[in-house]
């Protein structure tokens, strides 16, 4: 079992951002370093949906929503993910997942975090 630790969801006006950070403390650094990390997104009454991923080698993939207004990053050191999450806006109102894909296939999630942008 993978444990994954989200913080920094939150309430935030329209136009304003957000640092969503994720954590995999006691993973083993050397399986982090070559998991796929993600972050998913799920607003009610809809299917969970790809926000961003990230690989081993650093290249990203980002939900064509979000697409130039999220940024994710990975410190492998830290065996941390983070969701920098700029101009945010009503529709972007969801529970945030953070995601480990391992090498073995298996996926892991964590408890998610809430993001809240008053209409």
């Known amino acids: 079992q993978v444990e994954l630790v989200e913080s920094g969801g939150g309430t935030v006006q329209a136009g304003g951002s957000l640092r969503l950070s994720c954590r995999a403390p006691?993973?083993?650094?050397?399986?982090?370093?070559?998991?796929?990390m993600g972050w998913y997104r799920q607003a009610p009454e809809k299917e969970r949906e790809l926000v961003a991923t990230?690989?081993?080698?650093?290249?990203?993939d980002y939900g064509a929503s979000v697409q130039g207004r999220f940024t994710i990053s990975r410190d492998n050191s830290r065996k941390t993910v983070t969701l920098q999450m700029n101009n945010l806006q009503p529709e972007d109102i969801a529970g945030y997942y953070c995601?480990?894909?391992?090498?073995?296939?298996?996926?892991?999630w964590g408890q998610g975090t809430q993001v809240t942008v008053p209409s």
């Open positions: 990230v690989t081993s080698g650093r290249m990203t």
């Open positions: 995601s480990a894909s391992l090498s073995s296939g298996a996926q892991y």
């Open positions: 006691r993973m083993i650094t050397s399986t982090f370093n070559m998991d796929k």
